[in-house]
């Protein structure tokens, strides 16, 4: 099955910008979303279609993926941004949706 | 405004059967792909399974630690998404979210409903 690897955790100072990866075969042929999901809270889906933010999502989240490696950025964090964040993505191959294990963002 | 809203958790023994239910409201359901998500305590997220749209299909899938034990299934007239899980084991044990999904940004969760499976 279709695996997607997430660094634990990624620590950044305010102010400063964090880039969260997932890392998977081919993953650049395939369409990643991205969830944050806060402590007691459902996710919230802040990218999808690799780099496209809903409405309501600021600026600061952008996304990228190419290769084996996808890329979520939050430019300027803030307090605020601290949460746990997951990349997705959907195997066709195995008709099953994918998770990464997922990542703390800590603001320093 | 779009609600989910996920009923039916709770304590259960292993082996032992369980149905969950999701509500949903402010979007046109019959369009809408659903989908179960789990999330056990202190882990990450952890597809279950979803169910099309009647008109793609209606078609389900599952993931493999749970295909032959639960069924996801769909009452496009009452607005309500099912999720029937049987023989359960310990591992079951989780947060499980509703989901509502459809083209581009349409993607919506309920506040999910807690599965303990403890003898």
């Known amino acids: 099955s279709y695996v997607l690897t997430q660094p634990p955790s990624v620590s950044v100072a305010p102010g400063k910008t964090a880039r969260i990866t997932c890392g998977g075969n081919?993953?650049?042929?395939?369409?990643v979303h991205w969830y944050q999901q806060k402590p007691g809270q459902a996710p919230v889906l802040v990218i999808y279609?690799?780099?496209d933010r809903p409405s309501g999502i600021p600026e600061r989240f952008s996304g990228s993926n190419s290769g084996n490696t996808a890329t979520l950025t939050i430019s300027r964090v803030e307090a605020g941004d601290e949460a746990d964040y997951y990349c997705?993505?959907?195997?066709?191959?195995?008709?099953?949706?994918?998770f990464g294990g997922g990542t703390k963002l800590t603001v320093l | 405004e779009v609600q989910l809203v996920e009923s039916g958790g709770g304590l259960v023994k292993p082996g032992g059967s369980l149905r969950l239910s999701c509500a949903a409201s402010?979007?046109?359901?019959?369009?809408?792909?659903m989908s179960w998500v789990r999330q056990a305590p202190g882990k990450g997220l952890e597809w279950v399974g979803r169910?099309?749209?009647?008109?793609?299909?209606?078609?389900?899938d599952y993931a493999a630690p749970v295909k032959g034990r639960f069924t996801i299934s769909r009452d496009d007239s009452k607005n309500t998404l099912y999720l029937q899980m049987n023989s359960l084991k310990t591992e079951d044990t989780a947060v499980y979210y509703c989901?509502?999904?459809?083209?581009?940004?349409?993607?919506?969760w309920g506040q999910g409903t807690l599965v303990t499976v403890s003898s």
């Open positions: 989901r509502a999904s459809g083209y581009g940004p349409f993607d919506y």
């Open positions: 402010g979007f046109t359901f019959s369009n809408a792909w």
């Open positions: 169910i099309k749209s009647k008109t793609d299909g209606g078609t389900t």
């Open positions: 081919n993953i650049g042929s395939k369409s």
């Open positions: 279609y690799d780099s």
């Open positions: 997705q993505v959907w195997d066709s191959s195995s008709d099953q949706e994918v």
